[in-house]
């Protein structure tokens, strides 16, 4: 039996679930004090699902209804349903690509967090390692935030940066942004079901040991 002290998570995702590995190894490693209970995503075959399943983690498909960019009503109500049905204490969005509204928000209030791969405010939205790379700047990277009604908005838990080399290609970058993800989503993850993060205002301290904020010089997959 899995003790009381560790937390449920339910991870919505629409893409190759890449995050959601690293969460659920970093649960069963014992780095987060924590197991995901259940996945759910907008998109019918999406990787996340399959990678779930693989592991014996309930996963389904929820219809998001008929719009791109949100779920409706109807749906929301479907999503927190499940979520709560499976005693869901924390919602963790790992490439989910939609955004949420109130009848969602307000269900797991404080308990929504979400990864994003641009040191936000910069380039919130769609593909932000391809605006980054377009834009120019030199270093970009990822931030894990508390999710609230705008997009990308919330308060910042935790970034890391990630350099932009000058023969990179979006592609190449995105790969050292996913490998960034992926460190700093399960230590951000930890903090919050550990009850280490304190939010004043906008500002997310850390009660506890503070992530190394690494910054990459450049490493490359394998070298
Ligand atoms: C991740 O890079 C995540 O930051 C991004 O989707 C990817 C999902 O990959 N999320 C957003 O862009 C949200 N605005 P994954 O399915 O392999 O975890």
């Excluded at 409706?72 to 490439?95: H, N, S, T």
């Excluded at 700047?137 to 705008?150: Q, R, Y």
């Excluded at 940066?161 to 995105?174: A, I, K, R, S």
């Excluded at 009850?195 to 690494?214: D, F, I, N, S, Y």
């Amino acid at each position: 039996m899995q003790p009381t002290s560790v937390a449920r998570l339910g991870v919505l995702g629409s893409g190759a679930g890449s995050n959601f590995v690293a969460i659920a190894e970093a649960c069963a490693a014992g780095r987060i004090p924590a197991r995901v209970v259940l996945v759910l995503s907008d998109v019918e075959h999406a990787g996340i699902l399959v990678r779930a399943r693989e592991r014996g983690i309930p996963a389904r498909y929820i219809p998001p209804g008929p719009f791109r960019t949100k779920l409706d009503e109807e749906a929301e109500r479907a999503y927190v349903r499940a979520l709560q049905e499976a005693g869901v204490e924390y919602v963790v969005l790992a490439g989910f690509m939609r955004v949420l509204k109130s009848v969602f928000l307000r269900a797991f209030e404080g308990r929504i967090v979400n990864i994003h791969p641009s040191l936000l405010p910069s380039f919130p939205g769609l593909a932000a390692w391809r605006q980054a790379w377009e834009y120019g700047v030199k270093v970009t990277g990822c931030t894990v935030h508390f999710v609230d009604a705008g997009v990308d908005s919330g308060p910042i838990i935790g970034q890391q940066v990630v350099p932009v080399l000058d023969d990179d290609t979006p592609e190449t970058l995105l790969e050292r942004i996913h490998q960034a993800e992926h460190e700093l989503y399960p230590r951000c993850l930890a903090a919050l079901v550990r009850g280490e993060l304190v939010l004043q205002g906008r500002r997310v301290l850390w009660r506890g040991a503070r992530p190394e904020q690494e910054t990459r010089t450049g490493d490359r997959p394998g070298g």
